[in-house]
């Protein structure tokens, strides 16, 4: 942090996944996983934005038209 300062944005990861497919015509699955699966692997955490068997199954459901319609975390839906 230099000079003090620290950055932020107000952009979601929805509306990021979104403008990611907009701008530059990827697929919903390259856009979910540059979002999801990559930055899990950089910061040295492969298993997280990855389904698998036995894993936490931690998941936020969108529908078709991008609009978030809820949650799951550890394999139960949040009310």
Not at 48 to 57: F, P, Q, V, Y
Request: proline share 4%; aromatic share 4%.
């Amino acid at each position: 942090m230099s000079g003090g300062v620290l950055a932020g944005s107000v952009l979601t990861m929805n509306r990021a996944v979104e403008n990611l497919q907009r701008f530059t015509g990827t697929s919903l699955e390259t856009a979910v996983r540059l979002a999801t699966r990559n930055p899990g692997n950089l910061i040295g955490t492969p298993h997280l934005g990855n389904l698998h068997e036995g894993g936490e199954a931690n998941l936020t459901i969108f529908d078709e038209d991008g609009a978030f319609a809820g949650t799951i975390v550890r394999g139960q839906p949040l009310d």
